[in-house]
């Protein structure tokens, strides 16, 4: 055997084995996103909801949770300077908004809390239909 392949079968097929072996047993990995360590995120990213009432429910969140204050969003009239901009935002995508709005980050509080799964989906379906590209 020569000493490269020991090397990597000590270190690069060691760490391979624990992370396959993790995820047999349903286990956590090094890769788990960081955040509010109580906060459920809701199963699997759902696409973008084309639901109208989802879509409203969104809205009204955005609003009543006073997202706007923070936040600029043309279709909910929002011209918040604090947080990113979201109209012509091409980093956001709906598992980033779920994400953020559940475990929030920096000056962004979490709503995890408050919020079910269903309405933090709602507000990220809502952000991302309506934002200007």
């Known amino acids: ?16 084995g624990v992370a396959v072996a993790l995820a047999a047993m349903g286990g956590s990995s090094i890769a788990q996103p960081k955040g509010n360590p109580g906060a459920v ?3 699997g990213p759902p696409p973008v909801a084309a639901d109208p009432a989802v879509i409203d429910k969104g809205r009204d969140i ?8 923070c936040h600029s969003l043309g279709d909910a009239g929002a011209t918040g300077h604090v947080g990113p ?6 980093g956001l995508s709906q598992d980033f908004i ?5 475990n ?9 809390g ?14 991302m239909k309506v934002k200007a590209n």
């Not at 055997?1 to 391979?16: E, I, N, Q, T």
């Not at 901009?85 to 091409?90: L, R």
């Not at 929030?104 to 995890?112: A, D, E, R, T």
């Open 41 to 43: 995120l809701p199963v």
């Open 85 to 90: 901009a979201f109209d012509g935002n091409s």
């Open 1 to 16: 055997m020569s000493r490269g392949f020991v090397g990597a079968a000590k270190y690069g097929f060691g760490a391979l």
């Open 104 to 112: 929030g980050q920096g000056m962004m509080p979490s709503f995890g």
């Open 98 to 102: 779920v994400d953020r709005v559940t």
């Open 62 to 69: 955005f609003t009543n949770y006073g997202c706007g204050s």
């Open 114 to 127: 408050q919020l079910s799964g269903d309405e933090i989906n709602a507000v990220a379906s809502y952000i």
